[in-house]
């Protein structure tokens, strides 16, 4: 039971490792220019504070996802690890809400404010912000879907289940 336990959350984890990985190479590499009215402008993520944001969640979520598969099981510290594990989960929703938010107004534009949108002149960073916000997606459910699973594993010896 230990063993398949601990085999589900390395799996876990190493689909959570690879999608931060992928969300932040997709969109670090996310760039495109446009010639608009002769004037040329250049969408890349560190135009948005919130794109920056959503990079430096992502690359956290992904160096502590590559650090704990590498501690024992047999570390006194995993119990410390199913608390950050809610606080990576927090953070990458935190930071996916934020760029889709601005992803939809890149999108959409904002007629109330007077925003544009911007898509239909640089779709390729729009293409790459799309799927670097579905690799976040992915990543964040993973944790959730690993936090359930800790959670299930502390309580399941609490609650023997009668045959």
Not at 3 to 29: C, E, F, N, P, Y
Not at 60 to 81: C, N, P
Not at 132 to 153: E, Q, R
Request: glycine share 4%; aromatic share 8%; proline share 4%.
């Amino acid at each position: 039971m230990v063993k398949t336990r601990r085999i589900i959350t390395t799996l876990l984890r190493l689909l959570a490792l690879g999608a931060t990985l992928s969300a932040t190479v997709v969109m670090v590499t996310s760039h495109d220019s446009a010639d608009v009215l002769n004037l040329k402008f250049s969408a890349k993520y560190t135009n948005s504070p919130t794109f920056k944001f959503y990079v430096i969640a992502e690359a956290i979520a992904t160096g502590y996802s590559l650090i704990v598969l590498f501690l024992s099981s047999k570390s006194l510290v995993w119990r410390l690890i199913v608390i950050l594990d809610v606080v990576i989960a927090m953070l990458l929703t935190s930071s996916i809400s934020a760029a889709l938010a601005i992803a939809q107004i890149g999108k959409k534009g904002n007629s109330h404010a007077g925003w544009l949108p911007i898509c239909g002149q640089v779709p390729k960073f729009c293409d790459h912000v799309t799927g670097a916000l579905i690799a976040g997606f992915v990543a964040a459910i993973v944790y959730l879907v690993l936090n359930l699973y800790s959670l299930h594993a502390v309580l399941s010896p609490l609650f023997p289940v009668k045959p």
